[in-house]
Structures are given as C-alpha cells and as structure tokens.
Antibody
Framework: EVQLVESGGGLVQPGGSLKLSCAAS????????MSWVRQTPGKGLEWVGN????????DYANSVKGRFTISRDNAEHSLYLQMNSLRVEDTAVYYC?????????WGQGTLVTVSS | DVVMTQFPLSLPVTLGRPASISCRSS???????????LNWFQQRPGQSPRRLIY???NRDSGVPDRFTGSGSGTDFTLKISRVEAEDVGVYYC?????????FGQGTKLEIE
C-alpha cells in the first residue's frame, strides 16, 4: 500500500524558514517523480513544485520560485521541502504527492501557518 | 496559467440518483503526444484528495465503476451513475498538459 507521511509543519513568523519532510513507503520511491501541493480555504489547491528521480530536474510554481527548494533522499525514501522567506500567503496545508500521470497518491498533509 | 472552471460549485443530490460535474479549461488539454492530461480527484471531509480518473477517462484501480470521466479538448465531465453516502465531499479537476498544472475550484457534493 502506498503511504506518504508528511511532517515538519508548524507556526513560523513572516520571513522565517521551515523544512517539511515526507516519508514514502509501499512503492519503489526512486522510480517516481514527486510533487508538493498546497491547499488553502481561499485559493484551493495549488501545485508547488516537483522533482525527478535523480534530482536532475526540479520545477517550481512562480509563487515560490527562489524561496522554496525541493530535494529527496532515495536511500531514505524521503522527500523534502525547504521553505525560506515565508509569507503570510504561504499559510496552507502542504501535501506530498507521488507524480504518476500528474499526481496519483497524496499524503495526509501538514499545516504550515505563517503569522506574527 | 490555464484556468480550470468547474460547475456547479455546489451539488445537492438524492441518494441513488445520478450526478454530473463539469470542468472547462481555458485552453485545449490535448498534448502533443496525443494524450489529454486531465485528472479528477475526490476529497472526502477531513481527508486528503484521492484520484478517481486520469487522462480524462481512465478509472483508477479500486474506484467504483459508478464513476465515469469523459470529455476532450476544453470540456470534461465526471459522472456518478448512482450517488452513495460515501460520495459526499469535494471534487476537483486538474490539468497537467500545460505548465504549471492547475486545479479547478472544486465542486461540493452533498446529499439532499
């Protein structure tokens, strides 16, 4: 069974940093692209970015480009999202997702709140 | 960015009756490889999204056959032949043909 478990969310001040993690199991992690997607009540679902199998390709939404970095550790079956220069509008539930045919499986999400 | 417009945004349905959700894209979703990258997701209350349909009309493993995806170009539909109580939630379409991938605003299905 495919499982994706995010962690690392919490409260952070504007301008601060946070690193999210996603532990994957139930599939061969190194075979798949992986994505991060976020959800807010106001803006709905927004794709944040993705990374290919060997980290040679990464892509980001314009709203986070230059501030967020996606990485992975295939040996640890883990995906990461380093978020810097956080803004109030980055407040959302962040989901880790497997990128098979443009996203098939999602994690349960982790809440990031950016507020002073 | 490609805008995905869903309607209706709210869909009250009687148990056992059919339901239909529409999704329209601002550009054709037909990719140069001949595929149409349009997915449908279901998000039940308190849960993360679950994919139901990929490439417009392919049902994911384990998805009941009462769910059917159809459409091409810019117009797509998700149909539920007979709504059951477990179908309550929000349904989203998402396109992957154009960068960046974008989602519809969601259609909330509730039981009348």
């Amino acid at each position: 069974e495919v499982q994706l478990v995010e962690s690392g969310g919490g409260l952070v001040q504007p301008g601060g940093s946070l690193k999210l993690s996603c532990a994957a199991s139930g599939f061969t992690f190194s075979d798949f692209w992986m994505s991060w997607v976020r959800q807010t009540p106001g803006k709905g679902l927004e794709w944040v970015g993705n990374i290919n199998q060997d980290e040679s390709r990464r892509d980001y939404a314009n709203s986070v480009k230059g501030r967020f970095t996606i990485s992975r550790d295939n040996a640890e079956h883990s995906l990461y999202l380093q978020m810097n220069s956080l803004r109030v509008e980055d407040t959302a539930v962040y989901y880790c997702a497997r990128d098979q045919d443009y996203i098939d499986y999602w994690g349960q999400g982790t809440l990031v709140t950016v507020s002073s | 960015d490609v805008v995905m417009t869903q309607f209706p945004l709210s869909l009250p349905v009687t148990l056992g009756r059919p339901a239909s959700i529409s999704c329209r894209s601002s550009q054709s979703l037909l990719y140069s490889d001949g595929n149409t990258y349009l997915n449908w997701f279901q998000q039940r209350p308190g849960q993360s999204p679950r994919r139901l349909i990929y490439r417009a009309s392919n049902r994911d493993s384990g998805v009941p056959d009462r769910f059917t995806g159809s459409g091409s170009g810019t117009d797509f539909t998700l149909k539920i032949s007979r709504v059951e109580a477990e179908d309550v939630g929000v349904y989203y379409c998402m396109q992957g043909t154009h960068w960046p991938r974008t989602f519809g605003q969601g259609t909330k299905l509730e039981i009348e």
